[in-house]
């Protein structure tokens, strides 16, 4: 980090996926935090070149793009890779980051159980920080966090995951880490009749120790999760919608902050959230 005029510390961030929608979310959040500098980017392409908000030109005096992350270390010296790519890069990125001794914070659903153990072996090895947020949404966050304090009491649920059409992984990140956190507290058993059939299937959706997850797919739509727990004669829905970017604003900032303040593997920001 570098000195900011005496107002304390600046931190470096180097930007995987910038040209991209939550890429150009997280450059619009850091231009706007007073501590916070984008020093490059990281891209598969247009190396040598600049981004200047979603165009790419040779005017140097926007951010500067690399293909080699090594490269990109030499010339700028980040404090952390923010990693807003897919889940086979993202997992490529943040392996070479963690070597090169680079905090890392990661805004892609889709890894693996075993990419994740490999993270986060990194992240201890290195001593640096990986901070995995399968949502940025602060209120999407709460959302989980009151799911499973209710799944306590209510047992019986399913999750509807609703994404824009242009979403690669299903279910999402978001879906999974809410099964997840709610197997913590529910006994695992089968919802619904023990001798039911699917007639076509996937009907019933994806099978999490008798959880259901549906994914649901339509233009229009951006993130939304519904949190379904029944009881007898009652039902209780928790509901989060994201209409805007803007709202993965907060928590982008949090997880920034976090990372240079810790060296800690922390997958859901759930878990930096009191």
Do not use: W
């Amino acid at each position: 980090m570098d000195e900011k005029g005496g107002n304390g510390m600046t931190i470096k961030l180097a930007i995987a996926g910038a040209r991209g929608r939550m890429g150009g979310t997280a450059v619009l959040a850091a231009n706007e935090a007073a501590d916070i500098e984008v020093v490059a980017a990281l891209d598969y392409k247009y190396d040598g070149q600049f981004l200047h908000n979603e165009t790419v030109t040779e005017m140097e005096d926007g951010i500067p793009i690399y293909t080699s992350l090594t490269a990109l270390k030499a010339a700028h010296n980040p404090d952390i890779l923010l990693d807003v790519t897919d889940p086979d890069a993202v997992f490529v990125n943040a392996s070479e980051a963690l070597t090169l001794g680079m905090h890392v914070v990661i805004g892609t659903s889709g890894l693996t159980s075993e990419m994740l153990t490999d993270l986060e072996r990194l992240s201890k090895e290195r001593q640096k920080s990986c901070i995995i947020a399968p949502n940025f949404s602060i209120g999407a966050v709460l959302m989980m966090k009151f799911a499973q304090q209710a799944a306590r009491y209510l047992g019986d649920i399913e999750i509807l995951e609703m994404h824009h059409d242009r979403k690669l992984d299903s279910p999402s990140g978001t879906a999974v880490k809410t099964a997840e956190m709610i197997r913590e507290v529910r006994a695992a058993h089968i919802q619904g009749h023990p001798e039911e059939q699917e007639t076509i299937p996937g009907a019933r959706g994806a099978d999490i120790e008798g959880m259901k997850i549906h994914s649901i797919r339509l233009p229009g739509l951006l993130a939304h999760q519904e949190v379904l727990l029944g009881g007898e004669g009652e039902l209780l829905k928790i509901r989060h919608d994201s209409f805007d970017r803007k709202s993965f604003m907060p928590g982008i900032l949090l997880a920034i902050r976090e990372a240079v303040s810790t060296t800690q593997f922390v997958y859901g920001l759930e878990k930096i959230i009191d």
